[in-house]
T-cell receptor
Framework: LAKTTQPISMDSYEGQEVNITCSHN???????ITWYQQFPSQGPRFIIQ???TKVTNEVASLFIPADRKSSTLSLPRVSLSDTAVYYC??????????FGQGTELSVKP | KAGVTQTPRYLIKTRGQQVTLSCSPI?????VSWYQQTPGQGLQFLFE???????NKGNFPGRFSGRQFSNSRSEMNVSTLELGDSALYLC??????????????FGAGTRLSVL
């Protein structure tokens, strides 16, 4: 499974757009890119999944360049309730997920 | 649709005891995975069950075991508890979202404290 690298922490303010970039240089041809969100003492929650170009759903967008060696999760107009840890996973379509350390996002008023 | 249900939510045990945790997956999901989360090691995969068979196993000692029943409900057992087993244990069932994404849905977890 491809290793991922993402920033350990990020700060933002309410109403701003937040972009979290994940590096996955060894991504395999059939790997999907998946992002999860986790609040303290809760299970991770699926945010978005993509294979190439751009994916958008009700809560986020995922941008994937042509070489697929990185991806960027974009959260529009964050609020205090978006304060959480965000995990980028690659090849995460099976029953075994390999979580990295994630990015701890702190949203301030 | 009901989500993944884990019981109990909290548990306190002493060293040397054993514990059994339970997980009910989302209806129709046949794959159940277990994870351990600690502040030091983060989220680590324990094992996956599919149709009552263990399909994947993480790097944990034999004290950690699991099983899955014919209705896809799963249990995880930890024997001879150690202080380091204190953690949040998470269960996830795998299925397809409304958009066709193959993803894991996590329960709220069981917080185990070993004294």
């Amino acid at each position: 499974l491809a290793k991922t690298t993402q920033p350990i922490s990020m700060d933002s303010y309410e109403g701003q757009e937040v972009n979290i970039t994940c590096s996955h240089n060894n991504i395999a041809t059939n790997d999907y890119i998946t992002w999860y969100q986790q609040f303290p003492s809760q299970g991770p929650r699926f945010i978005i999944q993509g294979y190439k170009t751009k994916v958008t759903n009700e809560v986020a967008s995922l941008f994937i360049p042509a070489d697929r060696k990185s991806s960027t999760l974009s959260l529009p107009r964050v609020s205090l309730s978006d304060t959480a840890v965000y995990y980028c996973l690659v090849g995460a379509t099976g029953g075994k997920l390999i979580f990295g350390q994630g990015t701890e996002l702190s949203v301030k008023p | 649709k009901a989500g993944v249900t884990q019981t109990p939510r909290y548990l306190i045990k002493t060293r040397g005891q054993q514990v059994t945790l339970s997980c009910s997956p989302i209806s129709g999901h046949r794959s159940v995975s277990w994870y351990q989360q600690t502040p030091g090691q983060g989220l680590q995969f324990l094992f996956e069950y599919f149709s009552e068979t263990q399909r994947n196993k993480g790097n944990f000692p034999g004290r950690f075991s699991g099983r899955q029943f014919s209705n896809s409900r799963s249990e995880m057992n930890v024997s001879t508890l150690e202080l380091g087993d204190s953690a949040l244990y998470l269960c996830a069932s795998r299925g397809y979202s409304d958009r066709g994404e193959n993803i894991q849905y996590f329960g709220a977890g069981t917080r185990l404290s070993v004294l």
